[in-house]
């Protein structure tokens, strides 16, 4: 039993609609626009105890302005009330997240928060902002005074906005982030004071994660806690419209993004706070979305607590490898403390077109947003494309969709002993299959039933009858163990699970040969290495065979929904009739739209060649590692294993160390490792991945030195 979870700190919004310290309107309606957006519900489901507390929304000054030292005084009045309803949050223990209309604003956030530490310390600030905000009432070029509230928060400037109560930051604590407009007198004052300003070039540069940890040690270095200031503005408008600033080259709004998720697992974070979101110009709502994003990315629980909730309140029938993510793109991955991630593993393959693929997202999207699901009792006007597109690229007359592999191999089962029955007249009931030793087709009731590993089956009876399994790439024992009930040979052309092993060259063909002879059908389960895995479209072509039975699924749905499919010929699909077999979401609209697209871009982005290719240069490239921890690489295409010597390492402990340097892979059967990437990864990409391999794994070999078991 874990340990109980500790419960997270609530977190208490606070919307200040004001645009007193700016010379448009629009940023004032922004916290109003996202409590209306509901965005406490939407921090709560992401794990956040987050409660609206207030909205405080001075009215506006009517065109013309009035004079600025009367402006300063409407503006100091709300910074009193605003910095107390900070303070008072903090001192219950709990995290303001302080949604702002100007960054004017900022002045009383700040002063609330430093005002609860006391004796405890300083309070330490990173400001992310296109602008320097560090004019005075008598520098300030515009007149405007969310120019002024950072000056005002290092107790320079009018009386008015530095006079409230509580400490001033100490410039030794203060990290500006992201720079890439302001005036002289502001920056000259800033580089007075001592203040570390990260300006744009330098971010560009050396990159926001190392930037940004630079800034976390200016703030949390000798300080009681600290604070973040996020003015939207800090990012680029070509990808964030709906803020204020229209400089370009500003921060990659999901760059930023990532890098806050380092905060969640700062217990020092005593406020976090977003300013200039102008509802009027967030005509799509990313801007709304991006708010969302950036508050659940800093304040969201840690991979250490959502494990624990996964252990809590999960089933135990999985032992993750310890990384919790939260977001993919392409062939990247980042966990929920931001780090990133390389998969090589792809879902199993499933994912053999990366995460998120563009093209697959908006297949999705645009299918889920018209019709989703209608079940098999009516046809749709998607599945039949997709049946007759599965035709056309396979070569089988007929398919017959499903949801997940082993429902295909279920399906394809099913097929194999109404076709021993009905048409190849073997007595009712007593079909067999053959199957190899060390298969993988899925975890239900009758497929653990011929599987060799022990565990899958071990309680799980009483089993089903009607297997019989022979060793992987023996055609001799093939042919022995077919009697006249043989209905059909059900195998992986390179087992996967198993530690992807790869049969002997001429197996499959003579399988072929054996099974035409004895009138048994061959059906290959290309459910892992089907759709350009291997290096072609189908394992089963690299020996020329053609089975009587093809099983699909995973990559069939472009990593973002499970579909499968068995494909066949009228020979054998003729044994279907209405009612005999199907599934309430098999063959739905929507998965059907995303496996056209899925199979359009396979060949359009000419995945299959790709996999040969890259596949063979990466298997050299691991084959030619001299490493005593290694007793075989193998592999097809981008599917790859790289088999250790247990007796000096687990590869559960290898497959960490890799993750452990930004490598996702997985061990099988405790000695394999398995490099399978999606289709899209780069050479560029593969030479690092073999690079990171090479180094961990010499690592591995100084640890676990010969003669010590581990
Ligand atoms: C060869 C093979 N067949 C079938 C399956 C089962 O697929 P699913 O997990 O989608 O049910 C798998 C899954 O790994 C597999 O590798």
New binding site residues.
């Given amino acids: 039993m874990p340990a109980p979870l500790a419960p997270p700190r609530p977190v208490r919004i606070i919307g200040v609609g004001s645009c007193l310290g700016a010379p448009i309107f629009g940023p004032a309606a922004g916290p109003r626009a996202l409590k209306e957006g509901r965005i406490d519900d939407q921090l709560r489901k992401r794990g956040i105890p987050a409660q609206w507390q207030t909205l405080l929304e001075p009215s506006a000054p009517k065109p013309p302005q009035p004079p600025l030292q009367e402006r300063l005084g409407t503006m100091s009045a709300l910074l009193h009330d605003l910095a107390d309803e900070v303070a008072a949050i903090c001192q219950a223990g709990q995290l303001p997240l302080v949604l702002g209309g100007d960054h004017a604003i900022a002045a009383g956030t700040w002063r609330g928060v430093s005002r609860t530490l006391g004796a405890r310390g300083r309070l330490g600030l990173i400001w992310i902002d296109a602008h320097l905000d560090a004019h005075t009432d008598r520098t300030t070029h515009s007149g405007n005074i969310h120019g002024m509230p950072l000056a005002a928060l290092l107790g320079v400037g009018d009386e008015s906005l530095t006079g409230l109560p509580g400490p001033h930051l100490d410039p030794a604590h203060v990290a500006i982030v992201g720079a890439r407009s302001w005036e002289p007198e502001e920056k000259a004052l800033l580089e007075r004071l001592g203040v570390r300003i990260f300006y744009m070039p330098e971010v560009k540069r050396r990159g926001l994660p190392a930037v940004l940890a630079d800034a976390l040690a200016i703030a949390r270095e000798g300080t009681a806690g600290f604070g973040v200031s996020v003015d939207l503005d800090s990012m680029d408008c070509a990808s964030l419209p709906a803020t204020t600033c229209l400089v370009p080259d500003g921060l990659d709004p999901q760059a930023l993004t990532d890098s806050l998720h380092c905060l969640r697992s700062c217990a020092d974070l005593l406020a976090f706070e977003i300013v200039e979101y102008v509802p009027e110009r967030d005509r799509d709502g990313s801007g709304a979305r991006r708010v969302v994003e950036l508050a659940a990315a800093a304040l969201g629980p840690t991979s250490l607590v959502l494990r624990q909730r996964e252990e809590l309140f999960g089933a135990r029938n999985y032992a993750p490898l310890p990384v919790v993510f939260s977001r993919g793109e392409g062939v990247w991955l980042w966990d929920v403390d931001g780090h990133r991630y390389l998969d090589m593993m792809s879902a199993?393959s499933a994912v053999s077109f990366g995460h998120s693929h563009p093209r697959l997202v908006k297949a999705l999207t645009e299918q889920a947003g018209r019709l989703a699901l209608t079940s098999r009792a009516y046809s749709n006007d998607r599945l039949p494309l997709l049946l007759e597109q599965l035709s056309a690229l396979l070569g089988y007359d007929r398919a017959l969709p499903v949801n997940?592999?082993?429902?295909?191999?279920e399906t394809a089962l099913k097929a194999a002993r109404k076709w021993a029955h009905t048409i190849k007249h073997v007595p009712d009931g007593q079909a067999e299959i053959i199957v190899c030793d060390n298969n993988?087709?899925?975890?239900s009731t009758t497929i653990v039933s011929f599987s060799s590993e022990e565990q899958y089956r071990h309680g799980f009876g009483p089993l089903t009858p009607g297997f019989r399994s022979i060793p992987f790439g023996d055609a001799d024992a093939l042919e022995a163990a077919i009697t006249p009930h043989t209905a059909a040979f059900l195998f992986?052309p390179i087992q996967?699970?198993g530690g992807i092993v790869i049969p002997p060259a001429g197996w499959l063909a003579r399988c072929a040969e054996i099974c035409r002879r004895h009138d048994v059908l061959l059906i290959a389960?290309e459910?892992?290495?089907g759709l350009g895995r291997s290096g072609r479209l189908l394992a089963c072509e690299h020996e020329g065979v053609r089975p009587d039975g093809v099983?699909l699924?995973?990559a069939l749905g472009g990593g973002l929904l499970?579909v499968?499919a068995f494909l066949a010929d009228e020979r054998v699909m003729q044994v279907f009739q209405p009612g005999d077999h199907g599934s309430t979401f098999g063959g739905n609209p929507l998965a059907a739209a995303v496996a056209t697209e899925a199979l359009a871009v396979l060949t359009e982005e000419r995945l299959i060649e790709r996999s040969a290719q890259l596949g063979a240069r990466f298997l050299a490239r691991l084959q030619a590692i001299d490493n005593p921890l290694i007793r075989e690489v193998r592999g097809r295409g981008l599917m790859i294993g790289l088999e250790l010597d247990t007796h000096r390492v687990p590869a559960r402990i290898a497959a960490e160390w890799l993750l452990a340097r930004g490598l996702m892979t997985k061990d099988t059967h405790e000695k394999v490792l398995r490099f399978a990437p999606p289709l899209i990864i780069t050479e560029a990409e593969l030479d690092a991945a073999a690079r990171t391999i090479e180094e961990a794994l010499a690592d591995l070999a100084q640890r676990f030195p010969a003669g010590v078991t581990p």
Avoid at 440 to 443: A, E, I, K, L, Y
């Fill in positions: 199993y997940t592999g082993l429902e295909a191999v993988f087709h899925g975890r992986e996967g699970e389960d459910v892992q290495t099983i699924g995973k499970p499968a």
